[in-house]
Nanobody
Framework: VQLQASGGGLVQAGGSLRLSCVSS????????MGWFRQAPGKEREFVAAITWRGVTAGYRDSVKGRFTISRDNAKSAVYLQMNLLKPEDTAVYYCAVRKGSSYGDWGQGTQVTVSS
């Protein structure tokens, strides 16, 4: 599965962005998906996950109530709606396919920068 994330940009604190991740694979609908992020000098961290059926599988605590993950299997896409953005949300955001107990097929990320 090849993944391409988009939708990042520069936004002021309190603003919103909607990230998209499109898969070129024909089996996208078979996979649970996740969003991750990596800030400069930090390790990549989990943000949100969704099952292949579209059921939310979890969020990291710091984004609960602000971020919403969703998917459209007909479009082979997964989304991350991010509201009330904070400077600490600044990172490169990646989507990935869940494979067993881990994630893989990391695509090119999209930069999100939140100014204070």
């Amino acid at each position: 599965v090849q993944l391409q994330a988009s939708g990042g940009g520069l936004v002021q604190a309190g603003g919103s962005l909607r990230l998209s991740c499109v898969s070129s694979g024909r089996t996208f609908s078979n996979y649970d998906m996740g969003w991750f992020r990596q800030a400069p000098g930090k390790e990549r961290e989990f943000v949100a996950a969704i099952t292949w059926r579209g059921v939310t599988a979890g969020y990291r605590d710091s984004v609960k109530g602000r971020f919403t993950i969703s998917r459209d299997n007909a479009k082979s896409a997964v989304y991350l709606q991010m509201n009330l953005l904070k400077p600490e949300d600044t990172a490169v955001y990646y989507c990935a396919v869940r494979k067993g107990s881990s994630y893989g097929d990391w695509g090119q990320g999209t930069q999100v920068t939140v100014s204070s």
